[in-house]
């Protein structure tokens, strides 16, 4: 028997990758960006997603499609973006989303499910209710989850690269449960060395920047990684394994980019370039746009193939060049670093909006945002290892 799961803010599809590749059934998701929305629904047909702002979900949407005893666990990725220490820093206290996991408890409590897992970044944990307040985001959902009747609850921050996943993106979690004697844990690292940029990469071939197709074939290189990514058996996605690879049209870029671009060496970013060219020589290289007229840090990093990526984010396509070639890295590329299978198709478009949209967003944005799936399905298993050794014992 399958275990039932409801998946809020479920963006593209990363925790529900995860938890199918576990044995989850994944019964309702619930997602607001309607390019989110599409890519879910083309790479998992047999769920019902509902299109919507999560707070004017209501239970006659959700019950049709869950079991009557309700389900086993509900998840609930919240966006992250009000609580991240990257970018934007003098972004509103009072961004209202910072109180959406209230949505996640709603929703848990109408589905009369069994657990909660609730995920973001670990910034959330220090992250107060107002400008002037002492009091914790992170307290009042501890303290919303005891009042539903979720009280037995454990956190932990979780580092991606022990689960197999190339990226170091360490995340926090809470899974509740409103059995207060069943015994929780956390899953345990299956990765003692970090799985490299160069691994992850395996078997996707160079593609020519303001060239190339949505489908391409694979060469011959691979690694552990890349076969993984492409198992469909593993994934449950298919009886094989996967021959095309999608996603992998290259950026348009201009030449001064491109020049720009040839300039970096592995690990070094925009900040290296400022740092190398000074005075006039600098001046003329921001004449000819080589280099912009302001310096972002963070902007323009060369990955290095001997070790892990840094996090991938919703800026993924300005921040990292790839190791070895002067160009950005495709969407399949981004979605490989963070143990999206090769079989996963990335819809909407365009390549790229404005990320001061939130109303949309682009593949590559919506990789950014996404749990790794590899990290999802290590909760997944370790969740159906709780409920099957509680649901047992008390004869559930």
Not at 236 to 247: A, E, K, L, M
Request: aromatic share 10%.
């Amino acid at each position: 028997m399958a275990y039932t799961h409801i998946d809020c803010f479920s963006g593209p599809g990363g925790i529900c990758t995860g938890f199918h590749a576990a044995g989850f059934d994944t019964r309702v998701a619930i997602e607001y960006i309607k390019s989110c929305v599409d890519t879910y629904s083309a790479n998992h047909p047999e769920v019902h997603v509902i299109h919507s702002d999560i707070r004017n979900v209501t239970a006659d949407q959700i019950l049709p499609y869950i079991p009557a005893d309700g389900v086993d666990i509900v998840t609930s990725g919240m966006p992250c973006e009000t609580f991240s220490t990257a970018g934007n820093t003098s972004r509103s206290f009072y961004d209202d989303r910072q109180f959406l996991f209230r949505e996640g408890i709603r929703i848990a409590k109408i589905a009369n499910a069994k657990l909660i897992l609730f995920e973001n970044v670990p910034a959330i944990t220090t992250k107060t209710v107002a400008k002037n307040s002492r009091e914790l985001i992170v307290d009042v959902l501890k303290k919303e989850l005891t009042q539903a009747g979720y009280g037995n609850y454990i956190e932990v921050v979780l580092n991606s690269t022990h689960f197999g996943v190339p990226q170091r993106r360490n995340r926090f979690f809470i899974l509740a449960c409103r059995f207060p004697d069943w015994k929780l844990v956390c899953p345990k690292a299956t990765h003692s060395v970090e799985v490299t940029v160069k691994e992850a990469l395996a078997g996707l071939p160079n593609v020519i920047p303001n060239s190339g197709k949505e489908e391409t074939a694979y060469i011959d290189t691979q690694s552990e990684f890349s076969e993984l990514m492409r198992n469909d058996v593993f994934w449950r996605r298919g009886t094989g394994r996967c021959s095309t690879i999608v996603n992998q049209m290259p950026m348009k870029h201009r030449a001064c980019t491109l020049e720009r671009f040839a300039l970096l060496q592995p690990g070094e970013s925009l900040k290296n370039l400022f740092d190398r060219y000074t005075g006039t020589e600098l001046e003329e290289m921001q004449s000819r746009r080589v280099l912009p007229k302001k310096m972002f840090i963070k902007r323009n990093y060369r990955l290095r193939q001997d070790e892990a990526s840094p996090t991938v984010t919703s800026h993924c396509l300005d921040e990292f060049v790839h190791p070895i070639f002067d160009r950005a890295l495709t969407v399949r590329e981004c979605a490989r670093l963070q143990s999206f299978p090769d079989s996963y198709d990335f819809r909407g478009g365009p390549y790229i909006v404005p990320h001061i949209d939130r109303t949309v967003q682009d593949k590559y944005e919506q990789i950014g945002d996404a749990v790794p799936p590899l990290l999802a399905y290590a909760w997944g298993t370790t969740i159906t290892q709780i409920l099957e050794s509680e649901i047992n014992a008390a004869n559930i």
